[in-house]
């Protein structure tokens, strides 16, 4: 499932629902968090997928974000809130790679379809 932003950077592109965590927040409960937050679902993370360092733009100059990606298994129904204009759900041969908001966006798709094969 990918989500359009509503917000920038990367207005209109599509992303993983994510997010940041609080100072001293685990992981964990900063996933089930915004996974609330964004998508009121309610979340049960699985294994990580992939890790990997990217770059999240601001006017004062560019914040570096490590990012980390869970499979993960979700209850409830979707309901968006203001950061995300629209979701929709893409297989692997219809991922829209040119309209992805970040690389890290990229780097996750490519480890779970395992994909090799393509430039970030």
Same mark, same amino acid.
């Given at each position: ?10 207005y209109?592109k ?6 940041f965590l609080e ?11 915004e ?6 679902l ?7 997928l ?5 770059e ?6 560019e914040l570096?974000t490590?990012?980390l990606?869970?499979r993960s ?7 968006l #809130? ?8 893409f ?14 966006t990229h780097?996750?798709?490519?480890? %779970?379809?395992? %994909? #090799?094969?393509?430039?970030l």
């Amino acid at each position: 499932m990918l989500v359009k932003r509503a917000m920038e950077p990367s207005y209109g592109k599509w992303d993983l629902p994510g997010g940041f965590l609080e100072n001293g927040e685990d992981p964990i409960v900063g996933l089930k968090r915004e996974a609330k937050e964004e998508l009121s679902l309610a979340v049960e993370p699985g294994n990580i997928l992939t890790v990997c360092v990217d770059e999240y733009g601001y006017e004062k100059g560019e914040l570096y974000t490590l990012n980390l990606f869970y499979r993960s298994k979700a209850q409830g129904k979707i309901k968006l #809130d203001k950061e995300n204009s629209e979701y929709g759900w893409f297989g692997k041969d219809e991922i829209p790679w040119n309209e992805l908001a970040f690389k890290n966006t990229h780097v996750a798709l490519k480890a %779970l379809y395992k %994909l #090799d094969n393509l430039p970030l």
